[in-house]
């Protein structure tokens, strides 16, 4: 196991390759939730205002 | 009945170009398309940085290759396809094309920035210094900025999404276009200042264990893309088409 | 071919009066280049060696400065819409916007750059092909500047925009322009560069009225 972590030596260009991929793909991930949400309520309150109205 | 039949792939093509309908159809795909990006990921990623043996000459080093290269090719991937929709968005005015237009930026511009920053892990080790300025990765330095540029020109024209889409568009169509000669002058370019051409691949041949999962990433990699193209679309098409009837059905169903 | 002499005349003229469009790039061009020498040291052998590319990265930078210009005084007085409104094809008009801004800000560059070159202690027999390169890599800048204009032209702030768009397309230029004054510098022919150079400017004279046509069209719906 801790050879696999070492890989061979290169540890850190190999892992920071691996979480950097992992953590753009889940900003990617988070970032397109929470765009969907927002859109989703704004749609929610301008028709609960135009309903009001 | 007949006729119907025989229009299929037209019939898909207009049922693909109205906003309702593209919801309603991307809708079933969504969830598997994540859920395939994620199970191969998972594969690839154990097959590639523990069953695929390490290069006789790089060593382990080499397993940057399963990050860096099918990002690589997404980043050009996912170009041709803003560029393929561009054209659709400029020349027949659809409205899907711009949402996948609009939507397909930001994550190619993030498989971009990867490449650069894995390259850049992957060249020092290598060659001893982060960054290089040969011919890959000039270009694909370009290729993030024409990515920018499209993102930009969208964002700077909020004030009416249908003609910031239709001039990202014809940013991006004009970048496809000079993407070529981009790429050959920069390849020319690097070849004239340098000696010799550094080459991350070298001349060790890949064998079946190590393709297998760079394989596997290229195909995963492309299903998130996927997922993500067409939830930000979806997000898109719902904002845009707020006023309409279709987006308020689905959005009180979703309350309920 | 009327309309079109026309539209370089009034333009040429409207230049003329303004003035600032012509010689800002100059003053912005000799500013930089004295700043140089100053953080670099005076060496001869130092600034020949850099002077290819200083040259073509200010011609680059000064003809940045007026892009924005092409089409955004006649976005904002409304003569923009007269070019899509007659029967007179636009992509013909962009045409011969692209000449009139060359005409007042590329070519005083060409003329200029000379001077910039002595002060760089560009070595004398590279002046030729110097002034040959500006002289058909700065028609390009115009070009790919006037679709850059196009699009921003409604924009408040569209300075950077235009900056980001344009700077990635011209990446090119740069590579044969500031090639050809390197390889004659050193005393190698520049015949490849140049040709490749005015490959471009032909795509660019057949393509980009075009793009730029589309463009106005656009931001004017």
Redesign the interface.
């Known amino acids: 196991m801790n050879e696999f972590l070492n890989m061979g030596g290169y540890a850190f260009y190999v892992w920071s390759s691996v979480g950097l991929f992992f953590i753009t793909m889940l900003v990617d991930f988070i970032s397109l939730r929470v765009k969907d949400k927002t859109v989703k309520r704004n749609i929610k309150s301008f028709i609960r205002r135009k309903n009001n109205r | 009945m007949k006729k119907q039949r025989t229009n299929v792939i037209v019939r898909l093509y207009h049922q693909l170009g109205s906003p309702p309908s593209f919801y309603r159809i991307s809708g079933y795909f969504l969830k598997w398309l994540l859920l395939i990006a994620i199970i191969l990921t998972g594969i690839g990623?154990y097959d590639g940085?523990?069953l695929a043996p390490?290069d006789y000459q790089q060593?382990?080093?080499f397993?940057?290759i399963y990050?860096?290269v099918p990002?690589a090719w997404m980043s050009m991937f996912v170009y041709a396809i803003m560029g393929i929709a561009a054209l659709i968005a400029?020349i027949w005015r659809m409205k899907v094309a711009e949402a996948v237009l609009i939507a397909s930026a930001?994550?190619g511009a993030?498989f971009t920035?990867?490449t650069l920053?894995?390259g850049s892990?992957?060249g020092?080790?290598m060659w001893g210094t982060w960054w290089e300025w040969d011919a890959r990765m000039t270009s694909e330095l370009?290729l993030l900025?024409?990515y920018?540029?499209v993102m930009?020109?969208y964002t700077?024209?909020n004030d009416d999404s249908?003609?910031a889409a239709?001039?990202a568009a014809?940013?991006a169509?004009?970048?496809l276009?000079?993407l070529p000669?981009?790429h050959f002058?920069?390849k020319?370019?690097s070849s004239?200042h340098q000696g010799t051409t550094v080459s991350i691949m070298g001349e060790s041949r890949i064998t079946w264990e190590m393709l297998r999962p760079l394989l596997t990433m290229a195909v995963a990699t492309k299903f998130?893309y996927g997922y993500?193209m067409l939830?930000?679309a979806?997000?898109y098409l719902?904002?845009t088409e707020?006023q309409k009837r279709w987006?308020?059905d689905i959005?009180?169903e979703?309350?309920s | 071919m009327k309309p079109f002499f026309a539209l370089v005349k009034r333009d040429l003229t409207l230049g003329l009066r303004r003035k600032s469009q012509i010689y800002q790039p100059l003053v912005f061009q000799l500013l930089v280049v004295t700043m140089f020498p100053l953080g670099l040291g005076s060496g001869a052998k130092t600034l020949a060696l850099i002077a290819p590319a200083v040259i073509w990265i200010l011609a680059l930078l000064a003809s940045l400065l007026t892009l924005d210009q092409i089409f955004k005084n006649d976005y904002d007085d409304g003569s923009v819409e007269s070019y899509v409104l007659t029967s007179y094809p636009l992509s013909s008009s962009v045409l011969a916007k692209v000449l009139a801004h060359w005409l007042l800000s590329g070519l005083p560059l060409v003329v200029f750059a000379p001077v910039i070159a002595v002060l760089l202690h560009l070595p004398s027999h590279s002046y030729g092909v110097l002034m040959l390169s500006l002289l058909i890599g700065t028609p390009i800048f115009s070009f790919i500047g006037s679709i850059g204009s196009a699009l921003t032209m409604s924009l408040k702030h569209g300075g950077l925009l235009l900056t980001v768009l344009v700077m990635p397309l011209l990446a090119p230029v740069l590579i044969f322009g500031a090639g050809a004054v390197v390889e004659s510098s050193l005393g190698n022919s520049a015949n490849t560069h140049i040709l490749l150079l005015s490959g471009m400017l032909v795509l660019c004279i057949t393509l980009v009225p075009f793009a730029a046509a589309a463009a106005i069209k656009i931001n004017l719906e």
């Open positions: 990623l940085l523990v390490a060593g382990d080093s397993r940057i990050i860096h990002m400029i930001p994550i993030w920035l990867i920053v894995t892990l992957w020092k080790p370009i900025f024409l920018i540029g930009a020109t700077a024209f249908r003609k239709r001039m014809l940013i169509v004009v970048g276009v000079n000669i981009i002058s920069v020319w370019w004239i998130y993500s939830k930000r979806r997000t719902l904002e707020q987006v308020h959005v009180e979703k309350k």
